[in-house]
């Protein structure tokens, strides 16, 4: 069996007519040559690869310096990552089928509450009003998340998450 692993290259477009890709730079690949890990899960936005392996580790590579810039490492392997569409805000589900929100800025997990343990996809509202919320679904079910980072209560910020439906 060969290991899962992740080819990227930056392609563009010269003639939108044309249809012929012009390669910008040298491919990568992931992981990285001497790096003990495999590759269970990825996601690709316009700004960052980001991948999950099967000993936990979470990495976001930057496209545009094409570079790492962050990584965590969660307690078990990562099955799933859902990211916004700026990356900012992810789920993650583990191998275990529990789910977090993780923040790459602080670092952070939140678990998520009533996460459907078969889960098939995750969807982040991209209204800009609206882009706390999201939703889970699985093959009958779909529940509704709303997001609220900074909620201020007895003089203390902390964050929340609440399962507002379940349809």
Not at 32 to 55: N, P, V
Not at 70 to 98: C, Q, W, Y
């Amino acid at each position: 069996m060969i290991d899962p692993s992740l080819d990227l290259a930056k392609v563009t477009y010269t003639d939108p007519t044309d249809y012929q890709p012009r390669q910008e730079r040298e491919g990568r690949m992931f992981p990285e040559e001497g790096r003990e890990e495999t590759i269970s899960c990825m996601a690709l936005t316009q700004d960052f690869l980001i991948y999950g392996s099967e000993t936990g580790s979470l990495r976001y590579f930057y496209i545009e310096d094409w570079q790492f810039v962050n990584e965590f490492r969660h307690v078990v392997g990562i099955s799933k990552v859902f990211p916004d569409s700026s990356a900012t805000r992810m789920v993650l589900v583990d191998e275990k089928s529990d789910a977090f929100i993780y923040n790459p800025v602080k670092d952070a997990l939140l678990e998520l509450p009533e996460f459907p343990p078969g889960a098939k996809g995750v969807l982040w509202e991209n209204w800009p009003l609206d882009k706390h919320v999201f939703i889970a679904y699985d093959d009958e079910n779909m529940f509704t998340y709303v997001y609220h980072r900074d909620t201020v209560s007895a003089e203390n910020i902390y964050t929340e998450m609440h399962c507002t439906e379940k349809i």
